[in-house]
Each structure stands twice: as C-alpha cells, then as structure tokens.
C-alpha cells in the first residue's frame, strides 16, 4: 500500500450534522445517525436475525468509510445486547480521513447511550498512521481492523471472508471515487459465501456495478426522508 501522509478528517457541522468540506456531505443523516446506522446497516443486513445461528462462532463487518465509527458502535451495542450474538464480531473498516481521537470523543458525546463503548474506543483509537491498526474491544470479543487507507489502495491489500457490508462513503454524486466499479467490483474477493450488503443510496450507476460483482440487491424502505435504500 502507498504509503502517503495521512490527512485527519476536519471536524465540522452541518445544521448541527458532522460535515466534511472536501466531500460537501454529511457524515450521517440528518434525521439521526444512530437511527440511520440501525435501520439502514444493521437491520439492512438482516442483523441481528443473521449472525445468530448453531455454527457462528464468528461474523464479519467489512464497512467502506469509518467515519465517525457510529455504525462501529451501533453494531458493537446491538451485539453486546442480543444473548444470541457469536462469540466474535469482527469489524473491518476502511477510512481515508480519521479523525482525531479528540474529535471523536467531542463527537460521541451526542450519544450518551454509547458512551461506554465510544470510551473504550477512544483509550484504543490508533495514531494517525496510514495502514493497518487492530484494536482488540470487549474483551477481545470485538475485533475491529481499521485500514487508514484509500479504499482502492487498501481493497487489494485485505483479507476477509465478510458477512455483512455497509457501503457508507458518502453520496456517490458527491464522493464517485468510493463507489466506482473497480471498488464494488472487488467487494466479492472479500466476501463470505451469503453474504449480504445495505446502503442508502440507490443510485442507479450503484445498482449496476452491484450485480456485475454478484450482489442481488433491492430497493427497501429507507430511513428519514429518503424514501428508499438498497438491500442484497
Ligand atoms: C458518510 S462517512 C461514514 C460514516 C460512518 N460509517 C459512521 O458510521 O460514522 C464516509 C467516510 O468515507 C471516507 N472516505 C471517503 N472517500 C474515501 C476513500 N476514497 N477511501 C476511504 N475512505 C473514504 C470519509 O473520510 C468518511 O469518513
């Protein structure tokens, strides 16, 4: 992988939304990031419904843009809380832009309700060095890989067997880079037997490069104002 300098993301607001300037989007819906993190990447893949089962010792996340980690914690809290969960969730994130560990922790403190997970994350947040940085959560229970990377650098670079995918790199009008068919298209390299994916967009360009990877996706009820999401 390249190793270029990396580039913190510049903590800004929206209309009280966590915004990056150089996208021109929003980090999260403005109708709730943790209610967008549920409805759209968790219950979009069917979770917690699929990651239980006699023979899951393990499930696994690959997420493209790590963002502000809220889907991270989302999902991290929703297995925490379902006795059925697996042993192991592994969470594989790449992100281009992180943020400083005193901006995230600025910004988990609009989610009282994950505070004790965001602390964890905060006292493990890695120094902003371009590559690969495990950290080791719950006990070891959680396994969260975060790749600080380009995605099409660090696409190449990874080895996983994915359960699940949330594709979030921001509207593809606004951010095409993180959904061109040369990244969609390599997703299945990374992806278990089965696996799933959710997004909220359902730009038609998306939906394409989609089903040439082998996705099968369909239009399902979005969340907040978008009146729809892709799911497959
Ligand atoms: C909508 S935000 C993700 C929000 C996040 N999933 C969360 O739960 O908070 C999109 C992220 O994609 C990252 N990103 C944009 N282009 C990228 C690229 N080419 N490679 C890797 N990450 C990228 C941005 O820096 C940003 O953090």
């Given at each position: 992988?390249?190793t270029?300098?990396?580039?913190?993301?510049t903590?800004?607001?929206?209309?009280?939304?966590?915004?990056?300037?150089?996208?021109?989007?929003?980090?999260?819906?403005?109708?709730?990031?943790?209610?967008q993190?549920?409805?759209?990447?968790?219950?979009?893949?069917?979770?917690?419904?699929?990651?239980r089962?006699?023979?899951?010792?393990?499930?696994t996340?690959?997420?493209?843009?790590?963002?502000?980690?809220?889907?991270?914690?989302?999902?991290?809290?929703a297995?925490?809380?379902?006795?059925?969960?697996?042993?192991?969730?592994?969470?594989?994130?790449?992100?281009?832009?992180?943020?400083?560990?005193a901006?995230?922790?600025?910004?988990?403190?609009?989610?009282?309700?994950?505070?004790?997970?965001?602390?964890?994350?905060?006292?493990?947040?890695?120094?902003?060095?371009?590559?690969?940085?495990?950290?080791?959560?719950?006990?070891?229970?959680?396994v969260?890989?975060?790749?600080?990377?380009?995605?099409?650098d660090?696409?190449?670079?990874?080895?996983?067997?994915?359960?699940?995918?949330?594709?979030?790199?921001?509207?593809?009008?606004?951010?095409?880079?993180?959904?061109?068919?040369?990244?969609?298209?390599?997703?299945?390299?990374?992806?278990?037997?089965?696996?799933?994916?959710?997004t909220y967009?359902?730009?038609a360009?998306?939906?394409?490069?989609?089903?040439?990877?082998?996705?099968?996706?369909?239009?399902?009820?979005?969340?907040?104002?978008?009146?729809?999401?892709?799911?497959?």
């Amino acid at each position: 992988m390249p190793t270029q300098r990396l580039i913190p993301a510049t903590l800004a607001f929206e209309d009280g939304v966590p915004y990056a300037a150089k996208y021109g989007d929003v980090y999260h819906s403005a109708d709730g990031g943790l209610g967008q993190a549920r409805h759209v990447f968790i219950n979009g893949n069917g979770l917690p419904a699929r990651w239980r089962g006699r023979d899951r010792d393990r499930f696994t996340i690959f997420e493209t843009g790590f963002g502000l980690g809220l889907n991270f914690l989302a999902t991290w809290q929703a297995w925490r809380g379902d006795p059925q969960r697996p042993a192991r969730l592994h969470y594989v994130a790449v992100e281009k832009h992180p943020f400083r560990a005193a901006d995230l922790a600025q910004l988990h403190a609009a989610w009282p309700e994950l505070a004790a997970l965001s602390a964890e994350l905060h006292a493990q947040w890695p120094v902003p060095m371009p590559g690969f940085h495990r950290l080791l959560l719950d006990g070891g229970r959680v396994v969260l890989t975060l790749v600080f990377a380009d995605i099409a650098d660090a696409l190449p670079q990874i080895d996983a067997f994915a359960d699940a995918f949330y594709l979030d790199g921001f509207a593809p009008s606004k951010n095409p880079d993180m959904w061109a068919p040369e990244i969609l298209g390599r997703l299945n390299r990374v992806a278990a037997p089965g696996a799933t994916l959710a997004t909220y967009t359902i730009a038609a360009a998306v939906r394409k490069a989609l089903a040439q990877a082998g996705f099968d996706c369909e239009r399902v009820p979005g969340f907040g104002r978008k009146p729809e999401m892709l799911a497959g």
